[in-house]
């Protein structure tokens, strides 16, 4: 199963993204991140539980004061950093729960 939380706050919110994404787990999820608004569209990701997002975010003390955040569990394979949401390109984040199905499509796209 997977959550997703979005947050838009005055003080920068990526520690309350990551305890919102905590309270959302219950089935084993391995991953979880956020981005957040600002300069250069910090994304932080890490594999484990939120309770460890929590942690990295605490000691990099980002100031983003709106983002997204997502937690998952690896459905197809094995969990990979690499695959954790969200993830970003150009200066936009995503976030997703479920397949894309044009994936393919849109990979071609990105190259041009």
């Known amino acids: 199963m997977c959550g997703i939380v979005g947050m838009l706050n005055g003080h920068p919110v990526a520690v309350d993204l990551a305890a919102a994404l905590g309270r959302l787990e219950y089935r ?5 991140g956020v981005a957040l608004a600002g300069p250069g569209l910090p994304v932080h990701r890490i594999l484990g539980r939120a309770t460890y ?9 980002p100031q983003g004061h709106a983002g997204i ?36 499509v849109l990979r071609r796209q990105r190259r041009r």
């Open 28 to 32: 084993g999820e391995d991953s979880a």
């Open 53 to 61: 997002l929590t942690e990295v975010l605490e000691a990099a003390q």
């Open 69 to 104: 955040g997502h937690t998952c569990r690896a459905l197809h394979g094995r969990p990979e950093l690499r695959n954790a949401h969200p993830h970003s390109h150009g200066g936009v984040a995503v976030v997703h729960n479920g397949i894309i199905e044009n994936y393919d």
